[in-house]
Each structure stands twice: as C-alpha cells, then as structure tokens.
C-alpha cells in the first residue's frame, strides 16, 4: 500500500516533442504527489506538484494530471527540450513530510 | 550556505567499519529528512526530524543506523558495522514543514568495500 509505480522506466523523445511520464498509487491517505527532477550527481529538485482537490496542474511547458478515481497521476512535458534530459522521480505522501518515490524514469530529448 | 550541505560527498570504507555523515539544512528550515538512494532507484525514505526530535524513523532498515540532531540544525546519519548492502548515496533534505517543498542536498556517496 505504500508502492509508487512509474513508468516508464525510460523514454527517449525527439526536441519538441512532448514527454508523458506515468504514476499509480494505492493508499488513499496520499494527499500530496509532487515531481522530482533529478540531475547526475545532484540531489532531486521539485518540478511541480499537486493535491488531490484538482485534476490538473500547468506550470510552463510542465503539465501534472490527476485522476483520483483511478489513483494515477502523470506528468507531460511539452515542448521538451534537450536541456530537459534527467531522470524523473513521482512521489506521494500522506503529509508533506515522509515521501515515497516512484523507481525513476530517465528520459533522454534528442536534438 | 544557501542550500543543504552534505559532507562528505564520497566515503569509501571497509566492511565492518563505523560511519558519520553530515547534513547541514537551509538555515530557519525545521524539518530534515534523510533518504538512502540506490543506482537505478528512487530515493528511500530512512528518517525524518521535525526541531530536535525524530518524528518518523520507521524507514531505518536496522538497529546499525541512528541519526542525531542534537540542536535542530545539523543532523549526523550514523551507520555501525557497514555492510556492502549499505552501499548508497545518502541523500539529505530539507524543508518548512509548511511548504511541502523538500530541498535536497547532493548527497554522499558511501562504498563499502
């Protein structure tokens, strides 16, 4: 009840095009489910997050939709870009403190 | 600084052998958490403080790990006896509790030979 599953595990999308990143959860106590992005060699960075009291998030070319009924969550990058090139981690939470975090997905923009 | 500072960034060790990593957080931040990352996973939560105390340590794998903060700032992740399978990066975050926003640090690299 505590698992995140994402997929894929990794994707590979020519510039311009647009990145989808999926997300299932199964304990209904999450209340909170943000994106990481994560660098080589660097700690992750919060992209965008969302709470289950909206649908769907836009913040630039970085899109969160939400659909509590199914208990799954996507991330869509638009637009994606070379500079975008990173593994990408879902999470969820049932506060804002303890995280659990999908397996990652590395995603490769080619130019 | 302005952002969690770990120390240090590579630690290699032999089996066996006791370890001490550093967090430094954002300074004001209240909350500290600890994740263990393996190659290829996604961050495993192993702890977190809120002030002085640990709020939620459900995530330490065994009695071999303790972590201290002893006056609500800098925190030591402490591993005894390591083992290979503690070989990880040990990431360090930070946060306002409020916000939800967790910032992380770079991390430390532990290899147990």
């Known amino acids: 009840q505590q698992q995140v599953k994402q997929s894929p595990q990794s994707l590979i999308v020519q510039k311009g095009g647009i990145s989808i990143i999926n997300c299932a959860y199964e304990?209904?106590?999450?209340?909170?489910f943000p994106w990481y992005q994560q660098f080589p060699g660097k700690g992750p960075a919060l992209l965008i997050a969302?709470?289950?009291?909206?649908s769907e998030k836009k913040e630039g070319r970085f899109t969160i939709s939400f659909n509590k009924s199914a208990k799954q969550f996507s991330l869509h990058i638009m637009d994606s870009q070379p500079g975008d090139s990173a593994t990408y981690f879902c999470?969820?939470?049932?506060?804002?403190?303890?995280?659990?975090f999908g397996q990652g997905t590395t995603l490769q923009v080619k130019p | 600084g302005a952002g969690v500072s770990q120390t240090p960034s590579n630690k290699v060790t032999e089996k066996g052998k006791y370890v001490e990593l550093r967090c430094d957080p954002i300074?004001?931040?209240?909350?500290l958490y600890w994740y263990r990352q393996s190659l290829g996973q996604g961050p495993e939560f192993l702890i977190y403080?809120?002030?002085?105390?640990?709020?939620?340590d459900s995530g330490l794998p065994n009695d071999r790990f303790f972590a201290v903060r002893p006056e609500g700032s800098v925190s030591t992740l402490k591993i005894q006896r390591t083992e290979r399978g503690d070989s990880a990066v040990y990431l360090c975050?930070?946060?306002?509790?409020?916000?939800?926003?967790?910032?992380f640090g770079e991390g430390s690299r532990l290899t147990v030979l």
């Open positions: 975050a930070s946060s306002t509790f409020e916000s939800g926003e967790l910032f």
């Open positions: 304990n209904t106590a999450f209340d909170y």
């Open positions: 969302i709470r289950p009291d909206v």
């Open positions: 999470a969820a939470s049932p506060n804002t403190g303890k995280l659990i």
């Open positions: 300074s004001g931040h209240t909350a």
């Open positions: 403080f809120q002030g002085t105390g640990a709020a939620d």
